[in-house]
């Protein structure tokens, strides 16, 4: 009598088999890096729209409440915070203070400065404080909030520092009667991909770049908010 001997299979895959293997697997991590990148882009354009949304505001405050308004970034911390002063104030430059950034002071504080102390470096204090409400309570929203979720402050471009701002703080300027800087403020995440969002000095109003944009000339238009993705 005659046993059947079981045939032996291959346990093996076939070269088919591996290149589909293969060919998911590309997919698949395509599909990842896709989809993280339209995430970080997400963040930057909500980041930039943060500040575009801040900006507006600080614009009408000035304009409403006849203060003169700013917005200050922390590079180090990646903030941002929204303040203001009664106090006539007026832009410093570099020469002036004898320090790294330009900033705004009270004039008289600074002729003050002077003249008690005409050899010294003049560092007169800045007269902004925090945004507050009728009964003088500090409003929180206003204070230092993170620009965006993983999202970091690259640059700061305005007219009163000779050089683009990279560290430290800088600030943004916007006074009484409907008058600002005409600034960049430049975004950037982990995949260091930079949105920007550049602010009419005449409007308040914002354009978003997707990309490192550094302004050459003046603006052209009203500064509407456009992003060509």
Request: no cysteine; proline share 6%; net charge negative.
């Amino acid at each position: 009598m005659f046993r059947r001997v079981p045939s032996q299979t291959n346990g093996g895959f076939t070269l088919i088999e591996v290149i589909l293997v293969v060919a998911i697997i590309a997919v698949v991590v395509t599909g990842a890096t896709f989809g993280l990148g339209a995430i970080t882009r997400t963040r930057l354009r909500s980041s930039a729209f943060k500040v575009t949304s801040a900006a507006r505001f600080a614009y009408n405050r000035s304009l409403t409440q006849g203060t003169t308004t700013r917005l200050l970034f922390d590079f180090e911390k990646h903030t941002m915070a929204i303040q203001e002063t009664d106090t006539p104030v007026t832009l410093a430059t570099e020469t002036q203070l004898e320090s790294d950034a330009g900033e705004a002071v009270d004039p008289w504080d600074l002729a003050r400065a002077r003249l008690e102390e005409p050899l010294s470096p003049v560092e007169p204090i800045s007269p902004f404080q925090p945004i507050r409400n009728k009964s003088g309570k500090v409003l929180e929203r206003y204070t230092a909030q993170p620009v965006g979720d993983a999202i970091s402050i690259l640059a700061l471009i305005t007219p009163h520092e000779t050089d683009k701002r990279t560290d430290g703080e800088g600030a943004l300027y916007f006074f009484p009667g409907g008058v600002t800087e005409h600034a960049v403020i430049q975004l950037t995440d982990s995949s260091d991909t930079v949105y920007s969002v550049e602010i009419h000095p005449l409007t308040g109003n914002a354009r978003i770049h997707n990309f490192a944009y550094e302004p050459l000339d003046e603006l052209d238009d009203e500064g509407e908010v456009q992003d060509s993705l």
